[in-house]
């Protein structure tokens, strides 16, 4: 609708905005393992939020919706990537504990030649870890060519990248994805864990999804619930790992307290 779009235009000039003045934040939300067996591994989920001019935080859900809109989620996934690469090889004591940062990639990135030969050069000429970096795909963000994608992923794969698919499960491909597409991690969609306890349909579905990733060698990742009563269920079943809520974020500034 014309409404929709005039606001997205909003937002979309407020993200430019945010940028020249620097209030986009990086938020590290954690990730935290739900099998004992995965004990101490630490690893991130990387969201951004973007501060107001009086220092108030948005989440970025809508400042994502309009840049995806207006193709401008390709200069956010750059600038996050290498807001991440350049606090790599500056915190090199602190980056030793940290297993992983998930962070999404938008369509665009999957395939850009560019985004391969900058984390190439960091990885080979200034030895920044890049194998920490974990990206994220869903199935919007692959589709233009899976043959294309898993090139790409193949090719940051020898840099010790890792690859999650999310929401696992809500979209007609899923399962064509998990085979083509070279991907450590399947991350389920909320939607199914929220009401897992009281509903026998999501505890069979989670339940095939984590057969099925077990059985082709990946780990699970749940999204994240506020509902307590899932993780034992989630536990039960055997998913690996769980994202914890927006509110445990810590900055990545701050990551060096932690």
């Known amino acids: 609708s014309r409404q929709r779009h005039e606001q997205f235009m909003v937002w979309g000039n407020r993200l430019n905005q945010a940028f020249e003045e620097d209030r986009i934040r990086i938020l590290c939300v954690p990730i935290e393992p739900i099998q004992s067996r995965h004990k101490g591994t630490i690893q991130y989920e990387v969201v951004i939020s973007i501060q107001t001019e009086d220092g108030e935080e948005i989440p970025p859900i809508e400042f994502l919706q309009a840049a995806e809109s207006y193709n401008r989620m390709y200069m956010l996934d ?143 990742i749940a999204e994240n619930s506020d509902n307590v009563l899932v993780w034992d269920i989630l536990r039960g079943i055997g998913i690996d790992y769980g994202v914890v809520s927006e509110k445990q974020a810590v900055h990545l500034d701050d990551l060096t307290q932690v």
């Not at 090139?151 to 010790?160: A, K, P, Q, V, Y």
């Not at 009401?195 to 057969?211: F, N, P, R, T, W």
Request: proline content about 1%; glycine content about 4%; overall charge negative.
């Open 78 to 220: 750059r600038w996050i990537i290498e807001q991440l690469v350049h606090w790599l090889s500056t915190h090199e004591e602190e980056a030793e504990n940290i297993r992983r940062f998930v962070l999404r990639l938008s369509a665009r990135a999957v395939s850009d030649e560019s985004l391969l030969e900058y984390l190439t050069e960091q990885a080979r000429e200034h030895d920044v870890p890049v194998g920490k970096l974990c990206f994220e795909l869903n199935e919007t963000s692959a589709l233009h060519d899976l043959g294309d994608a898993a090139d790409f992923m193949h090719e940051l794969r020898t840099l010790g990248c890792r690859f999650v698919l999310s929401d696992f499960g809500t979209g007609q491909s899923s399962y064509n994805y998990l085979k083509a597409l070279p991907v450590d991690f399947v991350k389920i969609d909320r939607n199914f864990i929220d009401g897992l306890h009281s509903s026998s349909a999501d505890y069979a579905l989670i339940k095939s999804i984590q057969e099925i990733a077990q059985f082709m060698a990946k780990k699970t």
